[in-house]
């Protein structure tokens, strides 16, 4: 088995995030697929991408109910990335317990205001993390992977992978052209 470690030289940073996809109501366990963010029943899928627009990783499927740092926690391959600084949304709070070289930015509380530099701060993040969200849509170009997913289940994880490595391809000729 070969060992797949991204050194820094290659990649400035990493962004990490999740998207969900609808999916028919299933007949048993609906509970778990049952997202209340979408208000249906979803599937999760959880990308890592480099700053030059490239897929790094692609999560398995999980059911909509798993919260986007519960599947970065369930990462077996989390460690590859290891010493590879990250950028992640605010759905993953906590996650500097797990990797010390994320960036998140920063919540409002309650009563308090977000000062001007951290609005900075937050501004500066989402406009390196916006990367990761127009991969994401090229990647739900793909009608298989934006409708509602009708196949099977289990075989979901490999229809992902096809159409990332179709979207590295698209980057990767992209990025021949611009150098």
Known sequence: MKKRERSTAKAEY???DATEQPIQRPTKGQKKYYSGKKKRHTVKTQYVVGSDGKIESVSKPYE???HDFDIYKDQKNRDRFHGVPKKADSGYQGIKNYDKDVEIPFKKSKKGKLT????KYNHELSKKRIKVENVIREIKI???LSD???NRRRNHGIKTNIVAGIVNMKVEKRNRKVA
């Open 116 to 119: 001007t530099e951290q609005k």
């Open 148 to 150: 509602s997913y009708r």
């Open 142 to 144: 793909f009608k298989i």
């Open 14 to 16: 990493l962004i990490i």
């Open 64 to 66: 909509g109910k798993k």
